[in-house]
Every structure is written in C-alpha cells, then in structure tokens.
C-alpha cells in the first residue's frame, strides 16, 4: 500500500496562488517549447495551443481550493481532452508525455521560491502532490490520445481528413465550454468563502 500524504491547505494554497501568478510565464514557456519543436502539420494554431495550455495551467492552480473534487474532475477532463487533441497535432504518444514534462520542469523553477520557503515536511508533501496530479494529468491525456486513434480507425477507416476550419471552430467551441466550467468552480469556491486563486 502506497503512503498517502496529505500538504497542509496552506501550502497548498500557496502553491496555487503562485501558479495563478505565474500563469503568464508558464504558459508563454510550454507554448515556445512545442512551437520550437514541431514545425509542426499545423492542425491546429498557436493561439488554439495556448489557450489549451492556458487552461491546464489554470485547472491546476485551482486543485487547492474548496472545491477541489470538481477543480479535479475538470484537470482530468482537460487532459484527457488536450490527448485528443494532440493526435490531432499529428503527435505520438511518447511526444504528448514529453509535453507533460517539459511542463513539470517549468513548474517546479517556477515554483521553487515558494516551495523552498514551506517547512520541510509541507514541501515534500506539497512537491508529491503537484507530482501526482501531473501524472494523472498525463495519464488522462494518453488516454485521450488512444480514444481519439480509435475514433479515427473507426469512423474514418484510418484516412485523415483535413478540415482544419471546422476542427478550429470545434475545438474554440469546447475550450469555451471548459473554461466556463472553470469560472463556475471559481464562483462557486467565492461563495463559500474559499481561497479560490484566480
């Protein structure tokens, strides 16, 4: 049996507010990461990208709050969502995980000011528990990864099909969808009087 740890809310909180704070330069350093390295089909634009990334960045900065079963439900929704589209992006599997890590290394320098200044034992908690949610978060991406190339198989019998506009305006669709699931997760962690970071 694994060792549950369990960060004080205060650590966390900490931690959450500091990627909110953060969130610009964690975002504009993912997406120069994944520009650089693909050149890529152009499936999907840059700015579609960011605002992706820009989500998972928040959902994650919200996994401290009061409402943190719902901020957590919508982290593997996201995720599992950011797989999908990545097999859009032509990538494979191991370069969605890649993706994940390079996020995961951002985050910890990002981060290391405030982690380093928690007591040794809300560090190590709190270091295991960002951990752990960045591996569901890549876990639940795989996922969405290995249904969409299913979904391909199937419906398309394994023949890609290019229609980049309408995939552009169905993915602007759902990013709107989440990101107004986010923002009732924010209201409603402010009606309870949470430390909900926004």
């Given amino acids: 049996m694994g060792v549950t740890t ?54 994650l900065g919200e996994l401290d709050g009061p409402l943190r079963h719902d901020a957590n439900d919508l982290w593997h929704i996201a995720s599992e969502w950011y797989g999908k589209n990545a097999a859009d992006r032509g990538l494979a599997t191991g370069e969605i995980v890649e993706e994940f890590q390079h996020f995961r290394e951002l985050l910890f320098r990002e981060l290391s000011d405030v982690v380093a200044a928690l007591p040794a034992r809300a560090l190590i908690d709190t270091v295991m528990r960002l951990n752990r949610w960045l591996d569901r978060g890549i876990a639940h991406a795989v996922v969405g990864y290995t249904d969409s190339l299913v979904e391909t198989l199937l419906d398309r019998r394994g023949v890609p099909v290019s229609t980049r506009d309408v995939a552009e305006a169905e993915l602007e669709k759902q990013l709107d969808q989440l990101e107004r699931e986010l923002e009732e997760i924010r209201e409603q962690g402010r009606a309870v009087g949470g430390d909900s970071v926004s």
Avoid at 10 to 25: C, F, P, Q, V, Y
């Fill in 6 to 59: 369990r960060p004080t809310p205060t650590a966390l909180a900490a931690a959450g507010r500091a990627i909110s704070k953060r969130r610009e330069t964690l975002v504009a350093g993912w997406a120069n990461w994944i520009d650089g390295r693909q050149a890529s089909i152009g499936t999907v634009s840059n700015e579609i990208i960011q605002r992706q990334l820009g989500l998972l960045v928040d959902v």
